[in-house]
């Protein structure tokens, strides 16, 4: 159906063991992906997921390298403090990808709501993003078509500027684009880190998964 990117870098390699972990436990090992982690020089070697480590360059140079390694033309992005926190079924995901591909999106964003996103509702908790919103590019999980994923790439950037200059340069090419979201009522994951410091739920999790 895609491949699984986790996006990582060397620094925040003390959560991987924790990510795999919780990844392998609540993840429908029946959905047939590739799970490739994105590092920089060090490699995550764990059964089940192969690694990409194009040295240590800037983020969206990153970003253009795993994405001209991968063959398939959907690529599920997630991070390496994307803790899941519920089982995740196989059929979940045909859904997501049969609506996909009926409406030809360019990214489908599976995450909660914000008061900031310009958006109009189209159908149960579905979505679709004004063409002149903030945050059409995010690094929140979502499916990106690769081809549109490769084509938000510009100037060497930060996550940050990605997701904030990103979207703006959009707009100032008026690009055409297909950008929806899922709005969920319960979050399947949760963010272990923010801005380099261990979030709340990272000690939850800890605790509720009696992990050391």
Not at 183 to 200: A, C, D, I, Q, R
Not at 205 to 211: F, M, Y
Request: charged share 25%.
């Amino acid at each position: 159906m895609f491949t699984i990117l986790i996006g990582t870098c060397d620094k925040y390699n003390h959560l991987w063991d924790t990510f795999v972990h919780l990844f392998n436990k609540y993840w429908d090992h029946s959905i047939q992906c590739d799970k490739i982690f994105l590092s920089e020089t060090l490699a995550p070697k764990y059964d089940g997921f192969t690694s990409l480590t194009p040295g240590k360059i800037p983020y969206t140079e990153c970003l253009t390298y795993a994405l001209n390694n991968i063959q398939s033309p959907y690529v599920l992005w997630l991070q390496d403090d994307y803790f899941l926190r519920r089982k995740i079924s196989k059929g979940e995901f045909e859904t997501y990808m049969s609506f996909i591909k009926l409406r030809n999106l360019d990214r489908f964003g599976i995450h909660e709501d914000s008061e900031i996103y310009v958006k109009s509702h189209i159908q149960n908790n579905i979505y679709k993003f004004a063409y002149n919103s903030t945050y059409l590019i995010s690094m929140q999980a979502s499916i990106w078509k690769k081809k549109f994923f490769k084509s938000c790439i510009g100037p060497a950037e930060t996550p940050w500027q990605f997701e904030t200059d990103g979207p703006q340069r959009l707009v100032n090419k008026d690009i055409a684009h297909s950008i929806y979201f899922k709005k969920l009522k319960t979050p399947w994951y949760v963010e272990g880190m923010k801005k380099g410091e261990f979030t709340e739920d990272y000690h939850k999790v800890k605790l509720q998964e009696n992990l050391k």
